[in-house]
């Protein structure tokens, strides 16, 4: 876990989020940090135990808005399709998903405590319970009262930073030869680059046939991988970190449901959606896009970021997971969803 940024004034925070969200902060401590994020979890005396959550703001303003517009769309999800699991964030004075702190776009939750179902073991129980709740994600009318959401495009949106990557490990640019981790994950990428170049490949090659199926578009949580599903104390379950947001295909959020469990996830998913079509190159360019992300995002921090030595270890072990980019098992598990598919009888 990483402190807060040293150029954040904590006793100005605490009065700017009593102004903007009437906030009485009894404490303020740092959580958890990401890439281009950080976090306080703040003890309240009106709300009970807060997620605060900041994000640099040298994005484009685009990206900004887009991330206000995914925040706000699970507002609308949870109040106006009676959605109790989705973790909306409270709203802003100005009746807003975020505002705006010294650089920063901030955003206020509700503490859910309790395990994440990346960190137990899945029961049937839990993925039927995941199943109805996209379900009922995936049903509601996104013109109806949401704002402006993103559409997929079935771009490759990490293929500049990767080729920037491949070329800079190539001429050795950037890279401390001391640190065992970068030294390690240079050899990696260029032992194995032909396969990251084959992924993007492929990935172009899925994206002209996905837009000749033309698939139907639905709100889509964007990153609803299993550590964003958090069963409380109660055993309720929630689903976190809407910031992606957007308009999609189905398979967007259901690829990461697409294991053995699959069978037993459709089954859940069509008593609601029985409608549902969905197709395995869909599945497969999310595979592709996943591999690639994880390659964008750990070789990012190794090379071009300044974490620690046990960060720097931590991005390594991931950078090795999908380095060389596993093809044979995406082939499989591609074969395996066809089947499943098939047999469903839900393949556009």
Same mark, same amino acid.
């Given at each position: 876990?990483?402190?807060?940024?040293?150029?954040?004034?904590?006793? $100005?925070?605490?009065?700017?989020?009593?102004?903007?969200? #009437?906030?009485?902060? @009894?404490?303020?401590?740092?959580?958890?940090?990401?890439? !281009?994020?950080?976090?306080?979890?703040?003890?309240?005396?009106?709300?009970?135990?807060?997620?605060?959550?900041?994000? #640099?703001?040298?994005?484009?303003? &685009?990206?900004?808005?887009?991330?206000?517009?995914?925040?706000?769309?699970?507002?609308?999800? %949870?109040?106006?399709?009676?959605?109790?699991?989705?973790?909306?964030?409270?709203? +802003?004075?100005?009746? $807003?998903?975020?505002?705006?702190?010294?650089?920063?776009?901030?955003?206020?939750?509700?503490?859910?405590?309790?395990?994440?179902?990346?960190?137990?073991?899945?029961?049937? $129980?839990?993925?039927?319970?995941?199943?109805?709740?996209?379900?009922?994600?995936?049903?509601?009318?996104?013109? @109806?009262?949401?704002?402006?959401?993103?559409?997929?495009?079935?771009?490759?949106?990490?293929?500049?930073?990767?080729?920037?990557?491949?070329?800079?490990?190539?001429?050795?640019?950037?890279?401390?030869?001391?640190?065992?981790?970068?030294?390690?994950?240079?050899?990696?990428?260029?032992?194995?680059?032909?396969?990251?170049?084959?992924?993007?490949?492929?990935?172009?090659?899925?994206?002209?046939?996905?837009?000749?199926?033309?698939?139907?578009?639905?709100?889509?949580?964007?990153?609803?991988?299993?550590?964003?599903?958090?069963?409380?104390? &109660? *055993?309720?379950?929630?689903?976190?970190?809407?910031? *992606?947001?957007?308009?999609?295909?189905?398979? %967007?959020?259901?690829?990461?449901?697409?294991?053995?469990?699959?069978?037993?996830?459709?089954?859940?998913? +069509?008593?609601?959606?029985?409608?549902?079509?969905?197709?395995?190159?869909?599945?497969?360019?999310?595979?592709?896009?996943?591999?690639?992300?994880?390659?964008?995002?750990?070789?990012?921090?190794?090379?071009?970021?300044?974490?620690?030595?046990?960060?720097?270890?931590?991005?390594?072990? !991931?950078?090795?997971?999908?380095?060389?980019?596993?093809?044979?098992?995406?082939? &499989? *598990?591609?074969?395996?969803? !066809?089947?499943?598919?098939?047999?469903?009888?839900?393949?556009?």
């Amino acid at each position: 876990m990483r402190n807060a940024p040293s150029n954040i004034d904590e006793d $100005r925070l605490r009065g700017f989020l009593a102004d903007r969200y #009437r906030l009485s902060i @009894s404490s303020l401590n740092p959580g958890p940090a990401g890439e !281009e994020s950080f976090s306080y979890i703040a003890a309240t005396v009106n709300r009970g135990p807060c997620f605060v959550r900041l994000q #640099r703001r040298h994005w484009q303003p &685009q990206s900004v808005t887009s991330f206000a517009n995914s925040l706000m769309a699970a507002m609308v999800l %949870r109040e106006k399709a009676l959605l109790p699991q989705v973790v909306a964030p409270y709203p +802003t004075r100005q009746a $807003r998903a975020v505002c705006g702190f010294a650089g920063y776009t901030v955003a206020i939750f509700p503490l859910i405590q309790g395990r994440t179902l990346f960190n137990t073991r899945l029961s049937i $129980r839990d993925v039927a319970e995941v199943a109805r709740l996209l379900a009922r994600v995936h049903s509601v009318n996104p013109k @109806s009262g949401f704002p402006r959401l993103l559409k997929e495009q079935f771009k490759d949106p990490f293929r500049a930073n990767i080729l920037r990557v491949l070329r800079d490990t190539r001429l050795c640019r950037r890279i401390n030869k001391i640190d065992p981790s970068h030294r390690r994950a240079l050899h990696l990428l260029n032992d194995h680059r032909e396969t990251i170049l084959e992924a993007q490949r492929i990935m172009a090659r899925l994206r002209s046939q996905i837009r000749k199926v033309r698939p139907k578009l639905v709100l889509t949580h964007g990153d609803a991988n299993l550590a964003n599903f958090i069963k409380d104390k &109660q *055993d309720r379950l929630y689903l976190t970190d809407w910031g *992606d947001a957007g308009l999609g295909p189905a398979e %967007r959020d259901l690829f990461h449901f697409s294991g053995n469990q699959l069978g037993t996830f459709l089954k859940h998913y +069509t008593r609601i959606r029985k409608d549902v079509e969905v197709s395995t190159p869909t599945f497969a360019f999310y595979y592709y896009r996943w591999a690639l992300q994880e390659i964008s995002d750990y070789s990012t921090r190794t090379f071009y970021l300044n974490g620690t030595v046990a960060e720097k270890r931590h991005s390594w072990e !991931e950078l090795k997971r999908w380095v060389p980019v596993p093809h044979d098992s995406i082939a &499989q *598990d591609i074969a395996r969803i !066809e089947s499943i598919l098939s047999k469903s009888r839900l393949t556009l």
